[in-house]
């Protein structure tokens, strides 16, 4: 299986029809190579399914809400010459489908309905595509991802049949080969056991590219991005920040778990356990090298600044001042994960528990709060910032809390945590 590529190019890469041209041009460069190419969803079309299920009800269907996005991807076909007549068919078939099996099913919920709807996202950018490239002399070939990766029924963040999905890829594959030289597919979805499309969490397709990889044992995975690698810091915040030429694995990971937003947190263990590389390049310079994680990163690192925000502090008690010991602290994280809430930090003192979480918006807070149960009281910090920096300098840190409150801190052999908040809006809530 040796000499497979894996690209991944994400919605802001595919945003439009000069962008699209582009990744031409990138593709053009590879020759003969057999290149999986992962694609998300244009722009931000996630975004806009989003509010096509807000709208879903039995006057609007999945067919009338989603029209204008049908009319926005075929806009973008009809810039590239793409014969609008061929793509509008392909388009509302995929739409059709989703809508049939949302009716079909006996009792769909919220996020099973999420999943087949926000999923057309993916087929429709890879459809457009691989229309494009092959019209443009590129032999591609398109793969419905639901064919190979198989996932359980866990809808919005759906875990991974690896055995199951690696004898489907091996499987599918190498026949596609045979006769394409690029495989088009989706990022962020797969199929349950039931056969119903599911989504493996928001920013998924990084982690679809590093299965394909771990399956076909590829030499490299390669995700283009609009930046030229891992950088220190966010460009957007801080002036002066620097490209990292190399990273661990392991570096990686504590990164992503961090918050950093390079790389989806679940990519790198598939491709570590095989020793394969990833590159983080840019797709606006494609011509100079990214950032190149493998078992080999640097011996020093440069302080590395991820910063979070919108997140919430809560300082939970036991109301009866008894100590919070095991079966208190099952309770709560049983009803973060009922809750679906992402925990990001936590700490534990003799009465009272402290965690920072994103802020799940403020129905499912209530909801974490009634969970909780009438034993518990919170005091509830909202508008933080949580500021985790690797490799830190005292220098950087006095500097990043300037005219900053510190609510949280926490902090490591590598690596400190500061939840913050602007010294002149510090604002309490209480729930007794």
């Known amino acids: ?39 998300s969803a244009m ?40 014969d609008t007549n061929i793509y509008r068919l392909k388009l509302e078939n995929l739409v059709q489908n989703a809508e049939d099996t949302i009716n079909n099913h006996t009792s769909p919920s919220a996020d099973f309905i999420y999943d087949q ?13 691989e229309l494009y490239l092959n019209k443009n002399g590129l032999s591609a070939a398109w793969l419905d991802v639901r064919t190979v990766l198989k996932t359980d029924n866990d809808y919005r963040r759906a875990k991974v049949h690896f055995q199951r999905t690696n004898a489907e890829v091996n499987k599918c594959i190498p026949q596609i080969f045979e006769s394409s030289d690029i495989i088009v597919t989706q990022g962020f979805i797969g199929e349950s056991d039931e056969g119903y499309t599911t989504t493996l969490g928001r920013e998924g397709s990084d982690y679809t590219a590093a299965i394909f990889a771990y399956c076909l044992d590829a030499e490299e ?14 460009p957007k915040r801080f002036e ?39 590159i983080v390049n840019s797709y606006l310079k494609p011509d100079k090298t990214g950032t190149i994680i493998s078992d080999k990163g640097l011996l020093n690192y440069p302080p590395i600044v991820v910063i979070e925000d919108d997140v919430i502090l809560m300082q939970i008690s036991s109301k009866d001042f008894s100590f919070i010991q095991e079966d208190h602290l099952s309770h709560i994280f049983r ?47 909202k508008g933080l910032q949580l500021l985790t920096v690797r490799h830190f300098q005292e220098s950087l840190i006095q500097s990043l809390t300037e005219k900053k409150i510190v609510l949280f801190e926490e902090i490591l ?20």
């Open 221 to 234: 995975v390669t995700i283009w991005k609009d930046v030229p690698g891992i950088l220190t810091a966010d």
């Open 335 to 381: 009803r973060l994960k009922e809750s679906n809430i992402a925990l990001l930090a936590m700490r534990n003192s003799a009465i009272s528990f402290t965690l920072c979480i994103k802020h799940p918006g403020d129905q499912k807070l209530d909801q974490f709060i009634e969970l909780l149960g009438p034993q518990f009281g919170s005091d509830i910090f």
């Open 413 to 432: 052999k590598d690596t400190i945590r500061l939840a913050v908040k602007p010294a002149l809006e510090l604002k309490e809530k209480t729930n007794s």
């Open 240 to 278: 002066n920040v620097e490209k990292i030429e190399r990273m661990s694995y392991r570096e990686a990971i504590e990164m992503t778990y961090y918050g950093a937003k390079v790389i989806h947190p679940k990519t790198i263990q598939p491709i570590q356990n095989k020793g394969i590389q990833l």
């Open 43 to 82: 722009g931000k079309t996630t975004n806009a399914l989003e509010s096509v299920i807000d709208r879903m009800d039995d006057e609007h269907t999945l067919n009338r809400s989603i029209k204008g996005l049908i009319e926005d991807h075929l806009s973008i076909a009809k810039e590239l010459d793409i």
């Open 1 to 39: 299986m040796a000499g497979y590529k894996v690209f991944k190019f994400g919605g802001s890469s595919v945003k439009d029809a000069e962008h699209i041209k582009n990744v031409k041009s990138i593709l053009e460069k590879y020759g003969n190579d057999k290149i999986v190419m992962v694609v």
């Open 117 to 129: 709807v926000v999923s057309l996202g993916e087929l429709f950018s890879t459809s457009l595509i």
